[in-house]
């Protein structure tokens, strides 16, 4: 299975962005979406995630700004992010957990998409 983010960039505090994920490969279906972010020095943490169901969750330093949904035919989640802070600055990064029928859910990670937010 492969994930593949785009969307980030530049932008000024206060805009916005919108982050896309799109999962590909041989997999049952997909359970959990969502979004994690990384500064350097720091563990991951989370930003959003969404069931199969579309009920979501957020980080509290996002919630009222960001909105994470899915579409669950094009095994996509996305990410839009209003009033951005320049705190909000970090990799970020596509998360998507994998059914395969058989075993165990695995856990996938896309590889990444810069966001920075200039004050």
């Known amino acids: 299975e492969q994930l593949v983010e785009s969307g980030g960039g530049l932008v000024q505090s206060g805009g916005s962005l919108r982050l896309s994920c799109t999962a590909s490969?041989?997999?049952?279906?997909?359970?959990?979406m969502g979004w994690y972010r990384q500064t350097p020095g720091e563990q991951r943490e989370l930003v959003a995630t969404i069931s199969n169901s579309g009920e979501p969750n957020y980080a509290a330093s996002v919630k009222g700004r960001f909105t994470v949904s899915r579409d669950n035919v094009r095994n996509s989640v996305y990410l839009q992010m209003n009033s951005l802070k320049p705190e909000d600055t970090a990799v970020y990064f596509c998360y998507a957990t994998f059914y395969y029928g058989l075993g165990n859910p695995i856990d996938s990670w896309g590889q990444g998409t810069q966001v920075t937010v200039l004050s």
């Open positions: 490969g041989s997999f049952l279906s997909i359970t959990t």
